[in-house]
């Protein structure tokens, strides 16, 4: 388990294992987007690998700041941001009324920016390009949103959500319930399944561990 850093994509982190580790077959159980930090499950070996269905099925749990009175493109700080004109700044009742709204079982449109494929490409790919696509909805499960902090326009959030589930979605879903518009600028996944944020270390220190521990090549 691996505590991603911003910036790098998940795919840059299973590199970075293979590299340090010296092993062909390494995987992950979960894409984080490149902003996004946190945990990710790394699997290292053959053995590993095959249980990533399973590992990939468990739920989420995310700490998250959306901000309100604007929207971005790709539903996070890394696209076109446009601010809404005189946003309504929602009461702390109509918050914690819509935010109960989306507990449960919804149905949800996943960014254009996105991995999933349409007509056999993934949709970022078109959505770089500039083209237009049909987004299918799907539904996914709210376990819980817990409200963290709450001062316009920085709306703090704990979301518990079960695979499949887009924060980005939920972040631009509230934000149009709400009227005011909404994305997510701070992503930090805390939960994966049974795993956990606190027992997850950093690249540095996987490098350090390896250092010790695997064979030294002969001169």
Known sequence: MLDKPAGRSSFWLVRQVRRITKVKRVGHAGTLDPFATGLVVVLVGKPATRLQDAVMAGDKVYETTFLLGATSDSGDPTGVITPRDNPPRPSPDQLRETLARFRGEIRQQPPIFSAIKVGGERLYRKARRGESAEIPWRTV???????????????????????????????????????????????????????????????????????????????
Do not use: F, M, N
């Not at 879903?173 to 709400?178: H, R």
């Not at 994305?183 to 994966?192: F, G, M, N, P, Q």
């Not at 956990?196 to 950093?202: E, G, K, M, N, V």
């Open 141 to 219: 499960v709210i376990h819980s949103i817990e409200l963290l902090d709450w001062e316009w326009p920085r709306l703090r959030l704990r979301v518990g959500c079960g695979k499949g589930t887009y924060i980005r979605s939920l972040a631009a879903d509230i934000g149009e319930a709400l009227g005011c518009g909404a994305y997510v600028d701070e992503l930090r996944r805390t939960a994966s399944g049974v795993y956990r944020l606190q027992d997850a270390i950093r690249l540095e220190e996987l490098e350090q561990i390896a250092e010790r521990s695997l064979p030294r090549e002969s001169a």
